[in-house]
């Protein structure tokens, strides 16, 4: 009887220092978790710190050899010569990309989202949406390819003018890359709001559906469907592959979508090459032009959170 309780003792005796070492081992790792996720985000804040560093020292030693007011203002960009000129046609052929881009993706991705959200049944929204979602998995090379030897063939049957290189479909393609993007988050954000809006303040009252997702989802939800679309156009203007491949390198300030044009990011990869010596004044143009990209891209962020929080509304 003496051994039984002894026994039984020792075993309740060991019973706790286990659960002794488990909860040390448990405590240890509560203290070793916030302490992996703080290094993270400071390692997420240094690199950013370390590119905006990089960025805006080159560019400030890029701006102590060339005018601030001829880069930003002048309509002739010659860097490999010795007039310099202005980045204006890059940044006009970047905004006209953008421009047919935006034209070819709304449209489509609302469509889209309409559909998925208000129309389709939960099995068709599960197996169309993951497959809609497969176009932003496409190498964007492989994009820029499909512009070149398929579109720009295809649309010089319509436009007689139209040369092998051109900002239309460059743009169009970066607008069928871009559609995923608005569509799936347009109808994240159509889903997120309630049936009872559909069901009892619109189709109760005899309304149709379409009718019920122009005049009720869509204002509902329209934070989250400009915030998509700042998105998308954010993405299109920092589109490098397919208009380095589709658009061509001829840095031209005009609107014409036939003609050959020039974008930010072309020029960055058109300069970044084994002939372009380190610390040149080409070198540094290229983080000059990245500095303007980034402010494009800076501001169209900031645009969207604005967006977001000023219209959000919460259900």
Sequence with gaps: MVNKQSTANISVQDMIKQNKKKKNIGNGIEKFVPI??????????LTTIGILFTLLRETFSFFSDVSLVDFYFGTH?????????GVAPLIAGTLLISFIAICVAVPIG?????????Y??????????????????????????FALTFVSPLLGNIFSEMRIFNALSAGIVVGIMIIPMIASLSEDAMSAVPHSLRDGGALGLGATRFEVAIKVVLPAALSGIIA???????????????????????????????ESIQTLTAFIVQGATGDTSFHSII????????????IFTLIMNILSQYISRRFKEDY
């Excluded at 960009?77 to 000129?85: E, I, K």
């Design 283 to 294: 070198y540094k143009s290229i983080y000059a032009v990245g500095f303007t990209l980034f």
């Design 110 to 118: 609302l469509a889209s989202a309409i559909y998925l959200s208000e």
């Design 77 to 85: 960009w010659s860097p490999w010569t010795d007039h310099f000129g």
């Design 228 to 258: 998509s679309i700042v998105l998308a156009l954010s993405r299109a203007v920092g589109e490098t592959m397919i208009v380095t491949i589709a658009a061509g390198a001829t840095p031209n300030l005009t609107f014409n979508p036939t």
């Design 36 to 45: 992996f996720l703080l290094l993270c985000a400071i390692v997420s804040v």
């Design 120 to 145: 389709a049944t939960e099995r068709t929204r599960k197996v169309i949406k993951p497959i809609l979602e497969v176009l932003a998995g496409i190498p964007t090379v492989v994009y820029g390819f």
